[in-house]
């Protein structure tokens, strides 16, 4: 029985845990990381297997957590992956993945025996030479094969999460999201959030929520879908009357950090309470030096406790944090 809560101040209770499992990606997204890369964090500050797995079971067991989806940078390239999930999902909690599918035809099988439940695949545009120009790689088809095996093992729903770009990819929602439909995986475009490790993030050049539904519309009639959204990020829309599904993630333009369920580890073993918080609480020093569950558990509660009331996009004071998505995990 659960004996303490990730409760904040404002009444929120934190039960979705989202891990990141590496900094590390195998991609190069112009609106996540430069062409050359990133310098990544080394090796001994990255949290073990064990050390994940203990964090983990110390959420679900005392802390009330029951979902954890692990992220990276992209966690495909963490070697222990599949054990990971095995061992978290023995916990009894529902394990998800968010990936750009890299590797994933040689994995979806291995990681659907492991109990994940399913994934989420970051792919922008569907069209291969669109594809290499956001991704500096080449690597399209890899993509496509990698979701079709997690199709194959029965790793659904498959949500496809996309980032539209202005004048690069902004014209083309209508072809992705008939793609989409086509093959049976769930759609959902997501405002660009000031993550990025270049902090060239501009609010003027982000394609909004409003430009994303104005195109949409061109070719499709979209009504907001009646199943209660909850604290889920995405606002769904029937397409066409259903039975078929739009969502729109407007972290930006129409916030939506009232209902935020949500905590992240990073992977090295910090506490983040929000993705665009500034401060991180330390679990890693004390794990290592011999700190019983109970006292990982108040330390957990404590850095729950700072989360603010809202994100702050819209502050003339708003500082993106220092750490990219990819080191912070989605």
């Not at 954890?68 to 992956?81: I, K, Q, S």
Request: with cysteine.
């Amino acid at each position: 029985m659960t004996a303490r809560k990730l409760e904040d101040r404002y009444g929120r209770v934190a039960t979705d845990l989202r891990v990141s499992l590496t900094d590390r990606c195998n991609l190069r997204c112009s609106y996540c990381m430069p062409a050359e890369g990133l310098d990544w964090l080394p090796d001994e500050s990255v949290l073990t297997d064990d050390e994940v797995v203990r964090l983990v079971r110390i959420g679900v067991e005392q802390l009330g957590i029951r979902e954890v989806r692990f992220t990276g940078g992209e966690p495909l390239v963490r070697r222990g992956l599949v054990d990971i999930v095995r061992r978290s999902h023995a916990l009894g909690v529902e394990t998800s993945l968010t990936t750009n599918a890299l590797g994933l035809s040689r994995t979806a099988a291995a990681l659907a025996d492991a109990g994940l439940d399913r994934i989420n695949v970051s792919l922008d545009t569907v069209r291969p030479e669109t594809f290499l120009e956001i991704t500096r790689r080449d690597r399209f088809k890899d993509v496509v094969a990698g979701l079709e095996a997690a199709r194959a093992a029965g790793l659904g729903p498959i949500k496809i999460n996309a980032v539209l770009l202005r004048g690069i990819n902004d014209g083309q929602a209508p072809e992705l999201l008939r793609w989409a439909i086509a093959e049976g995986y769930e759609l959902r475009f997501i405002e660009q959030m000031p993550l990025d490790a270049q902090h060239a993030w501009n609010r003027t050049a982000m394609v909004t929520a409003e430009e994303i539904f104005e195109r949409l519309e061109r070719e499709f009639v979209l009504k907001p879908a009646d199943e209660p959204r909850g604290s889920a990020p995405a606002e769904l829309f029937l397409v066409d009357g259903g039975p078929a599904t739009v969502g729109v993630i407007a972290s930006v333009t129409r916030p939506f950090c009232g209902d935020c369920d949500r905590v992240r580890l990073t992977a090295d073993g910090q506490v983040r309470n929000c993705l665009f918080a500034r401060e991180e609480s330390d679990l890693r020093t004390a794990l290592r030096s011999g700190a019983s569950d109970e006292d990982l558990a108040e330390r957990w509660v404590v850095a729950m406790r700072g989360k603010r009331a809202g994100h702050g996009i819209d502050d003339p004071t708003f500082l993106q944090p220092d750490r990219p998505m990819s080191a912070i995990g989605g």
